[in-house]
């Protein structure tokens, strides 16, 4: 009996495994990649398997009839295939397709350098900006040692691959700045009007950017504006040169925030104690107020306002080029006053709002004097008319108002579609000698771009901008593309293309408003590998200039104005940044070869324009002692010589080149030191950080380029105000709680006319 009991237990198990349809595979990626760990199951059962290291599955099943196989897995998209199990064995072949994520994507990178609160690993943050040596927490000091720029210290401006300080311009949460630096003093660089700690986002774009902006022939550099502080805080300003106070308070919900701050600086002191070569008959002073509001919407909308107005005053004298005995004495009053004005929402379905407005106003007060000895002015006979035109007065005013409006549509995946328009009025009268320039313009563009995402490796970017000026009366179209693939774990390559317009400067606008758009056409591929705490970057470009601004002698010292000027600029930079080989040692290093020419303005021929080196260099290194509770900072930046012309008319009514070399290369060590004696008291309500910079610590003679007399026959050399430049200061806080306000007392001293090189 037991004998005929276990026949038909085994009878039923083989019968049962007879059965079983077996079913079995392998599971790949779409670059034909084993996939492990997959999750294979027969639809609404409990049958299914994993796959192994090799990618293969098996598994058995007593079910019959039409069912669907479901394979998953992390970072992938689902995959279902309808089968047939009947009575022969099923083996599958599947190939997953990854999942699209904006973590794991590739990032087009082609002419941009991305920083502050973005998804991947920041190039320059604020604080990076702050810390640099040398900066002296200004915006474009600590970018030009990123590589594309050059090391012009004479006038302000970012000088990008072989553009002009006025090709690139600064965007703040999607509109222009028209004014983003103080207002200029000859041959003395000015910094940045706005703090690095005002925005929580940068993108320095060295070629190739986005279609949602324009009018910029070389580069943009986008900031955008943080949301909300992290805590109230009340400031103050105390120093024998700054005095200022101010407020950041959020509210209890942190859905809100507003905020208002004023500083004063006269740098009277300081000049002194430190020697400068302009002799300062009025010592520069500044006023400078913000303000700010913000407040979240419902949808996870925000909006944000800013304000800021500035006033500065001061006088110089240099001595005159043209003569033995006389002096130049220059003045400027400035007035500046900015607001901006955003608003950031979801609508809902995919689809996302910018809205954003500006206004701007800028007044400058120039006077220039001819004066003798005893510093009396000085005044020429009607004969000598190229004198006569040293002595003026000059009133600017410049305005910008706009709008602008952009809409995205989430597309498949990540894949987005971004479209909308703008709209300028620019508004610049200028008197001089009597003479009034008014010129009124009313711009409007027209863009679309979209982020296209094959895979997660495969990624394109297309745009179109349609530009039209009302003041040349002239349009323009402007296609830009840009591509990007991964090449391997944590590495890429990029190329991009595009056409990019700017309309002619203003100074050129009062004697010619029959002149079209200037056009460069930027081509430029990189490679680069980035992961948290390390970055390397390489990248070539071309550029094809056109449509240059030329200019034509004409009778009386004036000039005349066409399109007819052209050149290129090719070269390739080098980026790297290590956190990691170091302990607590943060350094990168950038290098820059260009070569380039242009055919513009007084040039008689294609010239290597006088604001490019060759080759530019730098090296940055930041080292924090915890056991001292101290950081040190150094920049050095080196840079080959630029050239310099001296352009004179011959009697062909042409321009020659009277004379020309080069300047000695540029050599500059920066060093900055913090002291944080409170760290690592986990109790400390007080905490102080000690702050000390110096600019150029081994006194190189820098020379930027030269000036000539009316006749060529002096020349003297474009040098900074002083060699070296001072910063000292000490930061305190007073920490709260949730219902107690920050108090922060701050004593540094600001100086925004020396040349910080």
Partial sequence: MKKISLFVIVSLITTHLIAQIKIAGTVKDNKSRPVPGVSITLKDTYDGATTDSSGSFTFRTTEKGEHIIVVSSIGYNNYEQNINIAKDPISLSVNLKEKLDELKAVMVTAGSFAAGDSKRAAVLSSIDVATTAGSNADITAALKTLPGTQQVGEQEGLFVRGGAGYETKQFIDGTLVNNPYYSSVPDIGSRGRFSPFLFKGTVFTTGGYSALYGQALSSALLLESIDLPEQSEVNASISPLVIGAGTQQLAKNKKSSYGINYGYVNVGLYFGLV?????????PQFHNGDANFRFKIKNGGMVKYYTTFSNSNLGLRRPDIDSLNLKDAFGLTNNNWYNNLSWRENLGNGWKMNLGTSYSTNRDDLSQQVQDQNNQPKQFPGTLYWMQNKNFELQRRQDLSQVKAVFEKKLIGISALRFGSEYWYSYDKTVIHDSLYKLIDNYTSVFAESDIFVTNDLAAKLGVRFENSSIIRKADIAPRFS????????????????????????????YATNLGMTKATHYIVNYQKMTHERIFRVEGYY????DLIKTVPAINYTSDYNNNGSGY????????????????????????????????????????????????????????????????????????????????????????????????????????????????????????????????????????????????M????????????????????????????????????????????
């Fill in 483 to 510: 591509l990007a693939y991964k090449t391997g774990k944590d590495a890429q390559m990029s190329a991009a293309y595009g056409i990019f317009y700017q309309k002619p400067e203003n100074s050129q606008l009062y």
């Fill in 569 to 712: 600029a090719r070269g390739i930079d080098l980026f790297w940044r290590d956190k990691k080989s170091f302990k607590n040692l943060d350094y990168w290093i950038s290098y820059s070869y260009i070569d380039t020419k242009r055919d513009y303005l007084n040039y008689p021929q294609r010239l290597q324009p006088n604001f490019v080196a060759d080759h530019t260099a730098s090296v940055v290194m930041k080292r924090f002692f915890t056991s001292i509770k101290s950081g040190f900072n150094f920049t050095y930046t080196y840079a080959t010589g630029r050239p310099y012309y001296n352009l004179q008319v011959n009697n062909g009514n042409k321009y020659f080149i009277a004379d020309q070399g080069k300047t000695k290369s540029y050599n500059s060590l920066n060093f900055s030191a913090e002291y944080v004696p409170s760290l690592g008291k986990v109790n400390a309500k007080t905490n102080i950080v000690l702050f000390a910079s110096i600019t150029n610590v081994l006194g190189a003679n820098q020379v930027y380029g030269y000036n000539y007399s009316y006749n060529g």
């Fill in 275 to 283: 020697k400068q070569t302009p002799d300062y008959f009025k010592m």
């Fill in 714 to 757: 002096y020349k003297e050399p474009i040098v900074p105000t002083a060699k070296r430049f001072y910063f000292i200061g000490c930061f305190l806080s007073w920490e709260s709680t949730e219902h107690r306000m920050q108090l922060i007392i701050i004593c540094r001293t600001r100086i925004y006319w020396i040349r910080r090189k």
């Fill in 543 to 546: 550029k094809k200039y056109e």
